[in-house]
């Protein structure tokens, strides 16, 4: 498994960092297979997998009943897992408590916790400083889709752009081992990817970063609602899976399905020795 160590030289050496999301087993399988250098176990499951319209009613037991799951899914590749909304913001004890029982229980490799707020830094170089290595996320923070008014790009003027460059210096300053640039413009994330020496992941977020991280079902196009401008499908299940589905439907209705070759047959001195009941 590729660790913080390797990561690094990957930056140094400008080679991309690929990372997925993935929810459960089959796709941590799957990224698994695919040679995806990280796993992030986002709280974008609340939208992609449970249906909410954001990652706000996500709690602490979904984050480790669906990165459990990953873990089983893919035991050698490195696994990210986010905090959920409000598991980091009650006060410093709760948070380390939390992310305690995210990191043990899960096995995750990381955490990932979104802003660079005094407190989340704080945080962020506690858990270091205790053994546990976090990723950091700043740019779009959907967790505080209600603060910034939608999901939107950020830093685009000039004081929000140095506010960007500011909160990625001094989260890499707490000991992040990496860093989720979300939606801001890709020379922003130049700017910052060239300033800092840990690693930048970006997510709409241009070419100019040092990894890109993207959502399984988006990059598969799978139930998804509506694909964000940023996401590029690279192949579409959803027809595969619904006309599956279809012909299933159909062949059952017409009593196609079963056929013999999927059914189970006793040996006919058995059938015939059977009597029936009065
Ligand atoms: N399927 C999915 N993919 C994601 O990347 C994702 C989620 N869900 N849920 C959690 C967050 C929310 N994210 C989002 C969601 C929507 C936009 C969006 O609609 N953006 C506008 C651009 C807005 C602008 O121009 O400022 C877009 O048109 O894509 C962006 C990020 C990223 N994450
Ligand atoms: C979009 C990525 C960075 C994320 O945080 C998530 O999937 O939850
Ligand atoms: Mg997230």
């Known amino acids: 498994m590729k660790n913080r160590m390797d990561f690094l030289k990957m930056k140094d050496n400008g080679e991309k960092i690929t990372m997925v999301t993935a929810y459960d087993y089959p796709s941590a399988k799957m990224s698994e297979q695919a040679n995806i250098d990280m796993i992030l176990v986002g709280d974008s499951l609340g939208m992609v997998v449970l249906g909410y319209d954001s990652t706000i009613k996500v709690t602490m037991d979904d984050m480790i009943h669906h990165a459990k799951a990953v873990k089983r899914g ?128 970006g997510i709409g977020a241009g070419n100019h970063c040092d990894g890109q991280v993207l959502v399984y079902h988006d990059v598969v196009n799978y139930g998804v609602d509506r694909l964000p401008k940023f996401v590029k499908a690279y192949t579409d299940i959803n027809n595969s899976i619904v006309n599956g589905l279809q012909v299933y439907v159909n062949e059952v209705k017409e009593g196609t399905f079963p056929d013999e070759s999927h059914s189970f047959s006793m040996s006919p001195n058995v059938l015939s020795e059977i009597k029936l009941g009065d």
């Open 74 to 201: 893919a035991t050698n590749t490195f696994i990210v897992v986010d905090m959920p909304f409000m598991s980091y913001h009650v006060s410093l004890a709760d948070s380390l408590y939390n992310a305690k029982r995210l990191f043990q229980e899960t096995s995750a490799n990381a955490l990932k916790i979104e802003g660079a707020s005094e407190e989340v830094l704080t945080l962020t170089s506690r858990l270091t400083a205790a053994g546990i290595p976090v990723v950091a996320h700043i740019g779009l923070t959907p967790q505080s889709v209600n603060v910034l008014g939608g999901y939107r790009i950020q830093g685009k003027d000039k004081e929000t752009a140095e506010q960007l460059i500011r909160e990625a210096k001094a989260i890499q300053n707490s000991g992040a081992i990496a860093l989720v640039l979300e939606c801001v413009p890709m020379e922003l994330a130049q700017i910052i990817t060239n300033e800092l020496d840990i690693p930048t992941i």
